[in-house]
């Protein structure tokens, strides 16, 4: 089908299209501009609130890369993390728990930071709103700028809105999805005059726009739903998440690992001494061997046999 050929008037150039560019342009670097003028200094952060995440932060790291440790300094921090979860040592108000819990209002670090996404969101907001409006009202049903490939019909809404006609090609764009088109598309010109972390981000605005606000201003220890998150909990169910976590080194039988590589030894190799693994657990298991260095201490005479059993085979 052949497209549709339309004149259009110069000026819609020079009055409608290049002005709503530019001034979402110009409006986007002020609301930046406000925006750091609004968050002032950065705020220190509270040393207890910091180390109760660096030690959730430090106990996954631990469940997650464990297996670059030997087995007996893994279960060395993890008896270590477990004991401090239990305690509480790591909490911020070590005897919070047995407190009555108070009006989350009445706390000033909560007030403060609704306070701080309350205007952050205003600043989101308004300005879109204003430049929609503002279009609305002076080029509503124009038709600016046509696409320079072929679309097809899904496309019709969002780059005609405000233009109600079915028999015009997808191709052809009007002033408010035009206005959108530059809302999303302007971010990389506002990277490169703002640089990166800019205000000036349209993703941010429609999600301020959908939320309108409230559950954004939420601080590190406050859940979704704006109340402080019970810490002491958060930890014990770490704590049962470590005490579920085996430990399997890295590095265990890395030289018969190596040699069955580069065809130096047989790959049963390997499968003997998972056996031999298997059966030391067995009977670990069974003789009820819970402490670190009773775990830790098989493990490492079995892994010094194996590495003199290997240099005799070479």
Not at 3 to 28: E, H, K, N, T, Y
Not at 132 to 144: K, P
Not at 199 to 220: K, V
């Amino acid at each position: 089908m052949s497209r549709q050929a339309m004149l259009l008037d110069p000026a819609i150039r020079d009055w409608v299209l290049i002005p709503i560019m530019i001034v979402m342009v110009l409006v986007g670097v002020v609301r930046h501009q406000v925006t750091v003028l609004l968050n002032g200094t950065p705020k220190k952060a509270d040393l207890k609130s910091a180390r109760e995440t660096k030690a959730l932060q430090r106990c996954g790291l631990l469940r997650a890369h464990g297996v670059h440790i030997p087995e007996q300094a893994f279960h060395g921090r993890k008896a270590f993390l477990s004991e401090a979860f239990e305690k509480g040592t790591y909490l911020k108000e070590p005897n919070a728990g047995n407190k009555p819990r108070g009006n989350v209002m009445q706390d000033p670090a909560y007030v403060e930071t609704m306070m701080d996404g309350m205007k952050k969101n205003m600043m989101n907001i308004i300005p879109q709103t204003v430049i929609m409006g503002w279009i609305n009202f002076f080029f509503s049903g124009f038709v600016l700028v046509r696409l320079p490939f072929p679309l097809t019909v899904r496309f019709k809404g969002m780059l005609q809105r405000g233009v109600e006609t079915h028999d015009m090609d997808v191709s052809w764009v009007s002033s408010l999805s035009w206005y959108f088109l530059n809302l999303f598309g302007l971010q990389s010109v506002f990277t490169l005059i703002l640089g990166s972390g800019h205000a000036a981000d349209a993703m941010r605005d429609m999600q301020a726009m959908s939320t309108m606000g409230m559950g954004n201003a939420a601080g590190p220890n406050l859940s979704a739903t704006g109340q402080p998150q019970d810490m002491h909990k958060i930890f014990l169910a770490e704590k049962e998440n470590l005490d579920l976590t085996e430990h399997e080194w890295g590095l265990e039988n890395v030289e018969t690992r190596l040699l069955v590589k580069y065809g130096k030894k047989p790959a049963s190799v390997l499968l003997d001494q998972k056996k031999d693994k298997i059966a030391r657990l067995a009977g670990r298991q069974g003789s009820g061997a819970s402490s670190p260095a009773a775990v830790a201490a098989p493990s490492a005479a079995a892994a010094a046999a194996s590495r003199k059993k290997g240099r005799r085979q070479v």
